[in-house]
């Protein structure tokens, strides 16, 4: 018999391989440690996935380095990973190296360990003459066992005296793993629960029922906006922890800011409850060092975004997905994913409550739970009876329009700014101005590598490519009939903030958008002058919508709805009620009342008109038969499939060639139709022509069949195009 291990190698292979064990790792448990391992002839890193005995095993090589010394996954976490590589037919070990902590997968760039020495006191007594040691010594006596860094801020230099201390046997030193602090330095203010209103204690209190019940439990929280979801998931895990166990909470990237995880740490730190935070804005060394610390079993609750819901948490007993309708739980690259209906995976995988909650549900969730899938649980008032905004539809028809704003939302501003409260306008495009145009032969300026014009980035004196890194300076005439100077035209969020400042020049303006959040914290920063009220407008896209509990916003501004409702895609109603709901939703969240203002060219619009009435509910009965007749989701499923390639005329015809194997592949499938080919909506995207193929079963089951044939797909193609496959899209670009 061999002792042999099926390693998964972090790389795009079809199965795992087989390698043997040597002596020294026969008896360590291996499974869910990082091995490094002959590939070829060179070496390749690959997670351990099970260890088995082979009768013959004199043909495998061995592995040549264990890299881990603990494993980093457990076995229902590489269940878990299989399962979902599984079901988005996506390479396991590309999923597993989505999985861990980024860095992981190489072997040069891999984060470290790092190490301080930490001293104690021993039994041995002597009398020392040096004054610095005795004060040391006797330092360390009272404060020990204590670690280098804090001992240097101590004493000077305090390396060599230690170092003679330690001969002296009066000390040992030790090596501790160093942890590195994302949070370090932000002040925790203690918190305490705020006694509940009925229907958030009823909330609470079927949540837990079902965290002690060890079962597979999923809710629906639909709470309107400011109606106090986020107490619910506090007290829920409250009740989690006192069993014993621990809390997932997945937010969207952008909301988990340093005062949503303030919230948690004030609330529970006092009680030795340890908040562990994973996202995209640590460093990889943070990342793996948060990552281990879960591993060990030292952390409660772990908020983080979408990829955290690979967390390896052991004694999981609930997983809360806050704005779960927000499309950034989608993956859309790689391993593209949906981390809120892992969410629910791994629930049932691992018997646990699920708790989805927003004030604009997804409609797929709503429709589960109309089908008793999700139990749903509703907050209808804000906390405190604190009425919701009154929204004013503005018709752009008839207004009269200074600096892209109406007379309406100009006049509201002017009131907000003399009641000194503060206003949000919504604009969700960045940049100074769409495009630049000829008045004279009508010429834009368009990315070379993509089908689309570039914008104008005023400040930068650049025009940008959203898509690619595309960026050049305006010429002094137009490129094509070398006529006067090009005109902005349309307006983004950084003409919006200069137009703005000429109608209020006294007012305090700032914006919100990519463009200014790109520093490490800047996003941060900004909402800190915010909460001190140190802004008086703030501009910005999408990112102003999102979770933020701004006390002296009183009135939000709507600039331009058109673009959202017009898009070309099946989910553009449902976005643009989502975002309409949920700015909204940044008003009058205090004591001050607040107050809305649409600025539309459709006013007439049924998605606009449930949206001042705060009405999901109509919205959703609305829109529902829509899908329902199309078989759009959540009543159909849908897997898109993309073809890229530089040669147009190869990727067209290899389109067609595709849609008849597929054809053919769905007629022995029950309800799948194989939609295209057809140009995607970027058909040209950082160079590459691209198709796309929308693949629509009537029910998963159906799906399923047509995508179990897609390791056969690439076997059609030449190596020269790229075929990605994308199960449930929720973007289609
Ligand atoms: P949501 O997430 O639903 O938008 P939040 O949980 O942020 O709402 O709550 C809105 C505000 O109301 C917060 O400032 C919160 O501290 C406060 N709050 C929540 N529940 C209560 C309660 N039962 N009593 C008093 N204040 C509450
Ligand atoms: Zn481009």
Known sequence: MFKVVVVSILAPLPKPLNYLVDKVHADVLLVGRRVRVPLGRRFAVGVVLE????????????????????PLLQPELLTFVRRASAYYAFPLGLALKAALPAGLGSLTAAPKVKHVRVYSRTDMQLTLRGSLQKEILAWIENHGPIDLDTLRQQFPSPYTVLQRLEALELITCRQKESQRDPF????????QDWPLNDEQAIAVSQIAAASVAEKFKPFLLHGVTGSGKTEVYLQAIRGVLSAKKQALVLVPEIALTPQLVGRFRARFEQESVRVGVLHSGMSTAERFDMWRAVVRDEVDIVIGARS????????????????EHDDSYKQSEGFRYQGRDLALMRGQ????????????????????????????LSL???????????????????????????????????????REQQCLLLLNRRGYAPFLLCGDCGASYRCPNCEITLTWHRKLGQLRCHYCDYHQPPADECPQCGGAAMDPEGMGTERLADELQLLYPDARIERMDRDTTAAKNAQQALVGRMERRGVDILVGTQMIAKGHDFAAVTLVGVVDTDAALNFPDFRSAERSFSLLAQVAGRAGRADLPGRVVVQTYSIDNPVLQ????????????????LRQLLSYPPFGCLANLVLSGLDRQEVERAADALVAGLESQAE??????????????????RNRYRMQILLKGQSRRALRELIAYAPQWNTYLSARLTLVLDIDPVDMM
Request: with cysteine; hydrophobic share 45%; charged share 25%.
């Open 349 to 376: 995988m691992e018997g646990v409550a699920v708790v989805l909650g927003s004030a604009t549900p997804s409609l797929g969730s709503w429709q589960r739970a109309e089908d008793q899938l999700l139990q749903r």
């Open 51 to 70: 260890a088995i005995d082979v009768e013959d095993g004199t043909k495998l090589k061995p592995i040549a380095e264990v890299l881990d010394d603990e």
């Open 184 to 191: 370090v330095g932000i002040d925790v203010v203690a918190d």
């Open 380 to 418: 209808t008032k804000r906390v405190g009876e604190r009425p919701l905004p009154e929204v004013t539809l503005v018709d752009m028809k008839n207004a009269e329009v200074e600096g892209g704003l109406s007379a309406e939302l100009r006049d509201a501003i002017t009131q907000t700014l003399e």
């Open 610 to 625: 449930c949206a001042i009435d705060h009405d999901y509910l109509r919205f959703a009965k609305q829109e529902l038969p």
């Open 668 to 685: 022995v499938c029950s309800g799948v139709e194989v939609l295209g080919p057809a140009p995607c909506p970027l058909f040209r995207l």
């Open 308 to 323: 955290a819901i690979f967390a390896p948490l052991s004694r999981l007993g609930i997983i809360v997905v806050d704005e």
